[in-house]
Nanobody, 124 residues
């Protein structure tokens, strides 16, 4: 059964960098859209970035523009989220997720498989 496994979270100082990875386990995701969402403490889960089944990237947060970059490798069934110049407001749990279709979305309801999440804490 297909599962998504995230890695790469941790504690970092403001201005630092982290690279998150998500790998498919037990199968492959084919042409499904894959996205990163994040959830800050006490807040709703929001979309960060998504790459469609055809390789089109969509970014959903103005606050991370120019700092976060998502990439996708369909041969390895992995996605990454390179996060630079991290800020305390980037703190939260980051989730990798798969849609049942090739199109991207910034709504959590449009995704049918979620990883367990990886915690990011950015200290001032």
């Amino acid at each position: 059964q297909l599962q998504l496994v995230e890695s790469g979270g941790g504690l970092v100082q403001s201005g630092g960098s982290l690279r998150l990875s998500c790998a498919a386990s037990g199968g492959d995701w084919g042409f499904s859209a894959i996205a990163w969402f994040r959830q800050a403490p006490g807040k709703e889960r929001v979309g960060v970035s998504c790459i469609s089944g055809y390789g089109i990237r969509e970014n959903y947060l103005d606050s991370v523009e120019g700092r976060f970059t998502m990439s996708r490798d369909n041969f390895k069934n992995t996605v990454t989220l390179q996060m630079n110049d991290l800020k305390p407001e980037d703190t939260g749990v980051y989730f990798c997720t798969k849609a049942p279709v090739f199109a991207c979305s910034n709504s959590p309801r449009d995704f049918d498989l979620w990883g367990q999440g990886t915690q990011i804490v950015v200290s001032p």
